[in-house]
């Protein structure tokens, strides 16, 4: 080990230190002046803001009960793009709701790029989505600007006939979004 440090020690001895490329020293005198090259990159950046839970009252099992919420999506790539993968809190992150020893009870997930949306595409559990663009211009939808897209998650009537009257179904839905 000893070795190859004072190798590494010798070569370093001979090899040129370099100077930064694009600065300049300044030179002896009543005044100096250098310059130097201030350079600054950033990673893609994502925000996602304005969830709310959601509470699914009255359902009757005669008819596919949805509920919707506006949200932002902030992302600073070029393109504005992000795509959204969403996760749920039932066995192998299926999208269910739990109660106790009950049978769970599935839902189903969409996301639209835009509030104005009836409908939306389509989320498969731990699959990232096609690409969405955002209309936020900053992070939290900040400075007057709306939400930029709207999530939609239905119970279907057929599955509101397999829960137990009176009993609390609950579930925990994770988005994460990704820059693109």
């Known amino acids: 080990m000893f070795r190859s440090f004072a190798a590494m020690a010798m070569l370093a001895a001979v090899l040129p230190v370099s100077p930064a490329q694009a600065a300049t020293q300044g030179s002896v005198g009543a005044t100096s002046t250098g310059t130097i090259t201030i350079n600054a990159t950033i990673a893609g950046l994502v925000q996602i803001s304005n969830l709310t839970d959601l509470t699914f009252s009255a359902l009757t099992g005669s008819a596919d009960a949805q509920q919707t919420e506006n949200v932002c999506v902030w992302s600073n790539t070029s393109s504005k793009s992000y795509t959204i993968r969403a996760t749920g809190s039932g066995t192998a992150s299926a999208f269910t709701l739990a109660s106790g020893t009950n049978a769970p009870v599935p839902y189903t997930v969409a996301w639209a790029n835009s509030t104005a949306a009836t409908t939306g595409t389509g989320l498969t559990t731990n699959v990232a989505s096609a690409a969405f ?38 579930g925990v839905l994770t988005l994460l979004v990704t820059p693109q």
Request: glycine share 2%.
């Open 133 to 170: 663009t955002s209309a936020a211009v900053t992070p939290l939808c900040a400075a007057g600007a709306n939400p930029s897209a709207k999530l939609f998650v239905t119970i279907l009537a057929a599955d509101q006939n397999t829960m137990i009257a009176n009993a609390a179904y609950t």
